[in-house]
C-alpha cells in the first residue's frame, strides 16, 4: 500500500519561500508509470493543481504559478518536493502531494495534506 | 473562478438518487479522461472514478460516471448519511499543460 507524507515548516513569512518535501512510503518512486504532483486547497474552498514531476526529471506547472514554482524528485529518499517563493497570504492553504497515474492521469494517493500559514 | 464548472450543491434525501455535472470544453473534458474525488471534511480527496467511469477497487457501484463531448456527470444512487461530502472533478487541459478541476459541490442528505 503506497503512502505519501507531507513535512515542512507550518508557517511561513510573507516574501519569503515556503519549502514542501513528500515522502513515499510501500513503493518506489521510481517504478511505475506515475508522475508526483503538489495540489492545495485555501481553507473552505477548491482544489488548485500546482504542478508535478516525473521520475525523470520532467515537470509540468500551473500556468498561473510556475514563475515561482520548482518542484524536484529526489529518488535515493524516495521524496520529492516543492519550494514555492514571494509568497502572500493568498498562498495560505493546505498542501497535498499526490500520486498521478501517468496515462490516466488521475490521482490514485494521496497525502493527509499540511497546513501553511503565511503570516509575518 | 475554476476551468471546470460544477453546481455548489446538491441534495437529496436517503435513497434517493443525485447527479453532479461537471462542464468544460474541447481542450479538456472534450479531449481527455474524467476523474472524480469526494473529500470528507477535514480529510484529503479520495479517488471515485476514473477513466470517465471506472470505479477504483473499494468504491461502491453505488457511484457511476459517465462523459459525453465536453461534459462529464457523476451519479449516486442510494444516497446514505455517509455520502455527504465535497465531491470534485478534474481533467487534463491540453491548453494549459495542466490538471484543472472543479469548484467543487457539497453533496447534502436531507
Known amino acids: 500500500q503506497v503512502q505519501l507524507q507531507e513535512s515542512g515548516p507550518g508557517l511561513v513569512k510573507p516574501s519569503q519561500t515556503l519549502s514542501l518535501i513528500c515522502t513515499v512510503s510501500?513503493?518506489?518512486?521510481?517504478?511505475?508509470?506515475?508522475?508526483w504532483s503538489w495540489i492545495r486547497q485555501p481553507a473552505g474552498k477548491g482544489l488548485e493543481w500546482i504542478g508535478r514531476?516525473?521520475?525523470?526529471?520532467?515537470?509540468n506547472y500551473n500556468p498561473s504559478l510556475k514563475s515561482r514554482v520548482t518542484i524536484l524528485v529526489d529518488t535515493s529518499k524516495n521524496q520529492f518536493s516543492l519550494k514555492l517563493s514571494s509568497v502572500t497570504a493568498a498562498d495560505t492553504a493546505v498542501y497535498y502531494c499526490?500520486?498521478?497515474?501517468?496515462?490516466?492521469?488521475?490521482?490514485?494517493?494521496w497525502g493527509q495534506g499540511t497546513l501553511v500559514t503565511v503570516s509575518s | 473562478q475554476s476551468v471546470l464548472t460544477q453546481p455548489p450543491s446538491a441534495s437529496g434525501t436517503p435513497g434517493q438518487r443525485v447527479t453532479i455535472s461537471c462542464s468544460g470544453s474541447?481542450?479538456?473534458?472534450?479531449?481527455?479522461?474524467v476523474s472524480w474525488y469526494r473529500q470528507l471534511p477535514g480529510t484529503a480527496p479520495k479517488l471515485l472514478i476514473y477513466?470517465?467511469?471506472q470505479r477504483p477497487s473499494g468504491v461502491p457501484d453505488r457511484f457511476s460516471g459517465s462523459k459525453s463531448a465536453t461534459s462529464a456527470s457523476l451519479a449516486i444512487s442510494g444516497l446514505q448519511s455517509e455520502d455527504e461530502a465535497d465531491y470534485y472533478c478534474?481533467?487534463?487541459?491540453?491548453?494549459?499543460?495542466?490538471?484543472?478541476f472543479g469548484g467543487g459541490t457539497k453533496v447534502t442528505v436531507l
Open positions: 477513466s470517465n467511469n
Open positions: 478534474a481533467a487534463w487541459d491540453d491548453s494549459l499543460n495542466g490538471v484543472v
Open positions: 474541447s481542450s479538456n473534458i472534450g479531449s481527455n479522461t
Open positions: 514531476i516525473y521520475t525523470s526529471g520532467s515537470t
Open positions: 499526490a500520486r498521478e497515474r501517468g496515462l490516466s492521469r488521475f490521482f490514485d494517493y
Open positions: 510501500g513503493g518506489s518512486i521510481s517504478s511505475g508509470n506515475y508522475y
